[in-house]
């Protein structure tokens, strides 16, 4: 591009931006600036009480972890205590009501569907 080339492109080029200045006024454009800033300022208070409530949070899980996990244990275990219990408490009622037929009432003995939730699949 030529000397001449250049010069008339910048002169375009501010004359453009002129007449882009006149389309909106300053007073808008300071208010938009201001609530840019007042914006940005929120966006960062924001930022930093999620960061810390990150941290705490954890925190907290990094005492309890243990817990959890021991309690989780317990529960499996006493979950496998009661399907052990309850499969020796129906294998004994079979063979009461082999050996005594008139022990139990006949709708004792109705199959009963197992209703309780299982616990190790997710709903």
């Known amino acids: 591009m030529s000397e001449k080339e250049s010069e008339t492109a910048k002169l375009g080029s501010e004359e453009i931006s002129r007449e882009f200045k ?9 208010a938009l600036n201001h609530m840019q800033h007042t914006i940005l300022g929120r966006l960062q208070d924001s930022n930093a009480v999620l960061t810390h409530f990150n941290d705490f ?6 005492e309890i972890c ?3 996990a021991r309690n989780t244990r317990i529960l499996k275990s006493v979950k ?8 020796k408490l129906r294998s004994m009622k079979s063979k009461i009501k082999t ?3 008139d022990a139990f009432p ?11 939730p299982d616990l190790e699949m997710p709903k």
Do not use: A, K, W
């Open 22 to 30: 006149t389309l909106v006024s300053s007073d808008d454009l300071h």
């Open 57 to 62: 949070s954890q925190n907290c899980f990094g």
């Open 66 to 68: 243990g817990d959890m």
């Open 106 to 116: 006949e709708d004792s003995m109705s199959e009963v569907i197992d209703t309780r």
């Open 80 to 87: 496998s205590d009661l399907d052990y219990i309850f499969q």
């Open 99 to 101: 050996t005594y037929p």
